[in-house]
C-alpha cells in the first residue's frame, strides 16, 4: 500500500463533505467531489455557495461532478453519506470498485435495526476492501474556513495494506487539519456515534435551564456510559480518552452550532420531535443512533440509563418531565 494517495475522491457534497474535500485539497491532493443534489450541483459548477454550507468560498478549481462511476476512480474513497443510508449507498457503490480501494468511512452513527456500527455496516457490504474511518471534534464550518482541527484516523494494519491509517495520514494531514492515526476503528465508530445521543441529553438540560453543575455532571455520567460500552465491545479506553471519544464529546455536548445538541435544547423547551424532525430541517444524528445504541448496549449486556432515558424520550415514550424524574431518582452508587 502507497504511503500517500495523490488522488482523493469524496463521495457526497453536504457540510461535512464538502468541508473534507477542501481540507484534502489544502493538503496538496487532487480532488473529487461526487453531488447527489442536481441543484447544488449546478450551483457550486456556477461559482455560487453550496447551500449545506453556504458563504464558504469552493475554489473553481475543485472538480465537482455527478457521476458516481467517475468518482470512483480516486485512489481512495472518502464515504461521507449519514449513517442509515451507508448500507444502501455501499451496495451501489461497489460496482465500481477498485481492488484494494481504501473506503474511508467518515459517517457517525449506529445503523437502525442492525445496532452495527458504520464500520461494521462497511465491512458487512464490501467485504474484503480496505476500510478505515475518521472521526473526531470538528464542525465542518470550521474545517472549511481552514481553521485548526484534529481529528482519529483509524484503519487495520495488516500484511496485505500496510500502515493504511499512517498512509491516510499523510495524504490528508496539513497544517490546519491534524489527523492522528489508530488501528482502534471500533473505539472510533462508537464515540463518534454515541456522543451524538449524549449532546442531545446535555442539550435537554440547557433547554429546561437545569444549570451548569447538571450538564456537567450528565456530561461525566454519559462518558462513563460510553467507556463501559466501549470495553464490552474490544474499543480501547485511550481512544475513547482521546478526539474521538471525549474530545467530539465535549465539543458536540457542549455548543449550540451542533445540531444534535441544538435538537436537544429545542426539545428541552417543549418543541416536539416530530417538529424538529420536518423534512428540510438539519439532520441530528442521534435522534437514530440512540434507540440503535440502546439495543446495541442491552445485546452487549451493558447498562446505559442516560442513552436509555434519551431513546425513550426521542420515541415518545417518555414524557420530558419523567425522562428527568427516571435519572434523578436512580439510586446512588459510587463512582
Known amino acids: ?30 480532488v473529487t467531489l461526487w453531488v447527489r443534489e442536481d441543484d447544488v450541483l449546478a450551483d457550486i459548477r456556477a461559482g455560487r455557495d453550496n447551500r449545506f454550507l453556504p ?44 481492488q484494494d480501494q481504501p473506503l474511508v468511512i467518515c ?30 471534534p470538528s464542525f ?3 474545517v472549511a474556513r481552514g481553521l485548526p482541527t484534529a481529528v482519529t484516523i483509524a484503519a487495520p494494519k495488516n500484511e496485505r495494506w500496510g500502515d493504511l491509517a499512517v498512509s491516510l495520514q499523510a495524504a490528508l494531514g496539513s497544517a490546519a487539519f491534524r489527523p492522528y492515526a489508530s488501528d482502534d476503528l471500533t473505539g472510533v465508530a462508537l464515540g463518534g456515534a454515541a456522543k451524538n445521543v449524549y449532546a442531545i441529553a446535555c442539550g435537554v438540560v440547557e433547554g429546561m435551564g437545569l444549570g451548569e453543575n447538571a450538564r456537567a455532571a450528565l456530561l461525566a455520567r454519559s462518558f462513563a456510559e460510553l467507556a463501559r460500552l466501549g470495553e464490552s465491545l474490544g474499543a480501547r479506553r485511550e481512544t475513547l480518552m482521546g478526539l474521538s471519544g471525549l474530545g467530539d464529546l465535549v465539543l458536540t455536548a457542549t455548543s449550540p452550532s451542533s445540531r444534535n445538541f441544538s435538537f436537544g435544547m429545542a426539545l428541552g423547551r417543549g418543541r416536539t420531535v416530530s417538529d424538529l424532525s420536518a423534512p428540510g430541517l438539519p439532520l441530528a444524528e442521534g435522534v437514530d443512533t440512540a434507540p440503535a445504541l440502546v439495543e446495541r448496549a442491552k445485546a452487549a449486556g451493558v447498562e446505559m440509563p442516560i442513552a436509555e432515558a434519551m431513546a425513550d424520550l426521542i420515541t415518545g415514550r417518555l414524557a420530558l418531565g419523567e425522562a428527568l424524574m427516571r435519572l434523578m431518582s436512580r439510586k446512588l452508587t459510587t463512582e
Open 1 to 30: 500500500m502507497s504511503s500517500s494517495f495523490s488522488r482523493i475522491a469524496v463521495l457526497g457534497a453536504g457540510a461535512w463533505g464538502t468541508a473534507l474535500a477542501l481540507a484534502a485539497q489544502a493538503a496538496g491532493r487532487d
Open 107 to 136: 459517517a457517525k452513527g449506529i445503523e437502525k435495526g442492525s445496532g452495527k456500527l458504520v464500520t461494521e455496516v462497511a465491512a458487512q457490504c464490501l467485504p474484503g476492501v480496505p476500510l478505515a474511518i475518521l472521526s473526531g
Open 140 to 142: 465542518a464550518r470550521d
Open 55 to 98: 458563504d464558504v468560498v469552493i475554489p473553481r478549481d475543485l472538480d465537482v461532478t455527478g457521476d458516481l462511476a467517475e468518482a470512483a476512480r480516486g485512489d481512495v474513497l472518502l464515504l461521507v453519506v449519514p449513517a442509515q443510508v451507508l448500507h444502501g449507498f455501499a451496495d451501489r457503490l461497489k460496482p465500481h470498485l477498485k
